[in-house]
């Protein structure tokens, strides 16, 4: 019987025990402990449902296009549960001074499917929009500008290669809010190979971003919808996951402290916690890694140095402030049609290091604020009905100091915030805050060359896999296929099936 160590039960770790359990299940001769540090298995996949209301605590959705996420739901039976994002409301605001206007219909991202919303646009200069017509004439200028001497794509920042497309008005009024909303970082150290794989393969097929997509979506590669989620929300997929495994396979609250290698397997060991009667070392066949960059950096620093200088460096810190409004409290409010709003991010803000006053944490929050969702208008059945549901996304540099503050004192800056921008906002009927320290690993230039090196090095390690949002992709669905697809590999090697 081998044995097999899965140290972090976020969504990718969740979902490699879920996938050994299936294959124990179906007879595989393994034997499978989780350890998780928190109470809970999920990670940042986290859903309150509460007097008619469904919040996400993390992420809402997933991207229709990729199918893992979709594929694990009908194998749990969800098939129902799923419903896809409303894109006849799909209307996006970017914040100018205290006003919302609307970006152009038929973008996707940065770039557009269709003139004429782009060039009747108040968002962008004559100079911008010139940019956007002049693009398909510099494809094959593009595409030789994308590629390296090896006849490869080049790596560069995602501004870098906006800005060649687009020029620097569009890269930092629509591209930088947008990556800042997913990722939280700058995009001129965020790597485009990494980021914008979609948009790098147009280039590379197309040289024209605007022509790539035209043709793309004439041929009907557009997804029915852009995002897709669970009726009574995403913690669906864990709790699915959860039944499928053996209680006795799951050791919560547990901090592994170190790993070993010793022969041909991998001795764990756990931090000493008082009254936890888990054996302090236990020794394994085979190790899935699924923690954090940090996290796995330090489990690594005594068996090979280099793989925590490959590893990402930097981490992006989140605060998600969910406000519910019933129907009675939304009457007054006057909430636009659509998705929400993004906050361009003008320059890097950092807090002050010496201790912040009320003054202080006002303007933090104000350069902190990366979006907002309006909820009840992106998936139907969120919110009861005429009820209104916001969530208010805090992150990037200046985020740090928030992290300390109390719930409550954030639960007023995102009102008062909030309200600045979409009119006042009366009491909440519902309010939570969830703080996401160094959730989201920042892919800087570079990133996938580096992977590259790191899964060369694990592969010299018997029986080991890395597996998380550090490496190819943050999003569920790439998630939960690294993660089910490790443990097929771990378990196909160690059995010989």
Known sequence: MKRIAIIGGGIAGLSAVYELALQQHAGAPIEFVLFDAASRLGGIVETVRRDGFVIECGPDSWVTEKPWARDLALELGLESELVPSRDDRRKTYLVQG????????????????????????????WQAKLAYLREPKLAEQLKTSAIDAAGSSRDESVRDFVFRHFGAEVADTIAA?????????????????????????????????????????????????????LRHGLAGLVEGMESHIPASSIQRGIVVASIDRTGEGWVVHRASVPGVSHPASQTFDAVLVATPAKTTAQLFGAIDERIEELLPQQSSSAIVVALAFSADRASAMRIPRGFGFLVPQIAAQHGPSRPISNDDVEAIAQSALLACTFVDQKFPQRAPKDAVLLRAFFGGPAVAPLLEVSDATLLRLAQTTLGRIVGKLPEPSIALVRRWPDSLPLYSVGHLDRMAELDARISRLPHMRLIGNAYRGVGLPDLIHTGRTAARELTANLTGA
């Not at 947008?178 to 590379?204: K, N, W």
């Not at 097929?205 to 897709?228: K, M, N, W």
């Open 98 to 125: 205290r006003a919302l206007t609307a970006m152009p219909d038929g973008m996707r991202m940065m770039v557009p499917a269709q003139w004429a919303g782009v060039l009747n646009s108040p968002l962008f200069s």
């Open 177 to 229: 809010p947008l990556l800042a909303g997913v990722f939280g970082g700058d995009i001129a150290m965020l790597s485009a190979r990494a980021v914008l794989p979609a948009f790098v393969a147009l280039e590379r097929d197309y040289g024209s971003l605007v022509l790539g997509l035209q043709q793309r979506r004439q041929a009907g590669d557009e997804p029915a919808a852009i995002f897709t989620t």
